[in-house]
Nanobody
Framework: QVQLVESGGGLVQPGGSLRLSCAAS????????MAWHRQAPGKQREVVAS???????NYADSVKGRFTISRDFAENTVYLQMNNLRPEDTADYYC???????????WGQGTHVTVSS
């Protein structure tokens, strides 16, 4: 199984930026898809952004134009650059990895992001 370690969360003012990192270990294969999900209090977890091993990325409508997902395939690391942050972006952010299309999902422990003035 893949282990995921997230970092980069914290407190930021509205309009500010944060860069989240997620390092995967436990596999020698290129991970099929890596993604960022988030969950705000009282809400369901939602996918924020994802990127396949081919480089195809997808974003939630709420973050398009503001967030950018990228991957370092050699290091099995995924990043989420978050710009122009809004209070509604406040949530626990989780890294997810799936090594193969039908394989199990692997989750990190999460990192908290607070956007507040």
């Amino acid at each position: 199984q893949v282990q995921l370690v997230e970092s980069g969360g914290g407190l930021v003012q509205p309009g500010g930026s944060l860069r989240l990192s997620c390092a995967a270990s436990g596999t020698r294969s290129t991970i099929y898809v890596m993604a960022w999900h988030r969950q705000a209090p009282g809400k369901q977890r939602e996918v924020v952004a994802s990127m396949t091993k081919s480089g195809t990325s997808n974003y939630a409508d709420s973050v398009k134009g503001r967030f950018t997902i990228s991957r370092d395939f050699a290091e099995n690391t995924v990043y989420l650059q978050m710009n122009n942050l809004r209070p509604e972006d406040t949530a626990d952010y989780y890294c997810k990895a799936r090594v193969t299309p039908l394989g199990a999902e692997n989750w990190g422990q999460g990192t908290h992001v607070t956007v507040s003035s």
